[in-house]
């Protein structure tokens, strides 16, 4: 969410499976306007269907706890606990943690690692992107090529899926939400390649900030050291 909302949109939905014992992952996102996703009864909707765009889902349970989540005391994470259990339900595997990252504080990360690098076959304009921090029109134009890119360019890499992709020939490519999706993946794979190759003795202390920041999770602290070894495994 930006400045001024008052509720959290989860456009970018991912799930990541890991292979320790082969050394593979496989990530795979939904698409923001997915509907009727499954939920896991049917006391909310006689279908056990959930009418809206899941993007919405989290919010609409966070706003009313007591209905969408009575099991839980106090319901704390009632909004993510709602979407993981219908992403579950809906790609039919078991959901062990979850992970939430912030906009804003993405941008830090990748700054403390001193980028990342990503390429486009062409430039990549939106004349309406809306900066995160604040919250109006600014518009941006990313050049084609391979570079280095900062946080903020990452960022809206990232989010862009209504500008245009204007290759070295003259044809131009709207952007949509699944070519938005392919591009948010080839950032997470940068970011999974520059923490791997991080030199923690000097960056460690802004990356721990940076993810403070950043990263709401359930994640076992006790298994982060099994996971951060893993990464570098990964093909």
């Not at 890991?18 to 496989?26: G, I, K, M, S, T």
């Amino acid at each position: 969410s930006g400045p001024g909302r008052d509720h959290a949109l989860t456009d970018t939905i991912m799930v990541v499976s890991v292979d320790p014992a082969a050394h593979e992952a496989v990530l795979v996102s939904i698409p923001r306007d997915t509907g009727f996703m499954p939920l896991p009864d049917t006391r909310i909707y006689a279908d056990g269907l959930y009418p809206d765009k899941v993007n919405s889902l989290a919010s609409i349970a966070d706003a009313d706890p007591e209905l969408w989540c009575p099991e839980l005391l106090n319901a704390p994470g009632c909004g993510i606990r709602t979407l993981e259990r219908s992403i579950s339900l809906y790609l039919g595997i078991a959901i062990h943690y979850y992970a939430v990252v912030d906009l804003v504080g993405f941008e830090g990360l990748i700054d403390a690692l001193g980028g990342v690098p990503l390429c486009l076959p062409g430039r990549l304009v939106d004349p309406e992107y809306v900066v995160a921090e604040r919250d109006a029109a600014a518009g941006i134009e990313l050049a084609a090529g391979c570079r280095d890119y900062s946080g903020e360019e990452a960022l809206a890499f990232a989010r862009i899926r209504k500008g245009t992709l204007i290759l070295p020939n003259g044809t131009e490519e709207e952007q949509d939400d699944f070519k938005r999706a392919a591009r948010q993946q080839e950032v997470i794979l940068a970011l999974r390649s520059e923490l791997a190759e991080a030199d923690l003795f000097f960056e460690l202390p802004g990356l721990l900030e940076s993810v403070g920041r950043t990263v709401r999770t359930d994640f076992p602290r006790e298994k982060a050291g099994d996971l951060a070894s893993l990464l570098p495994l990964i093909t």
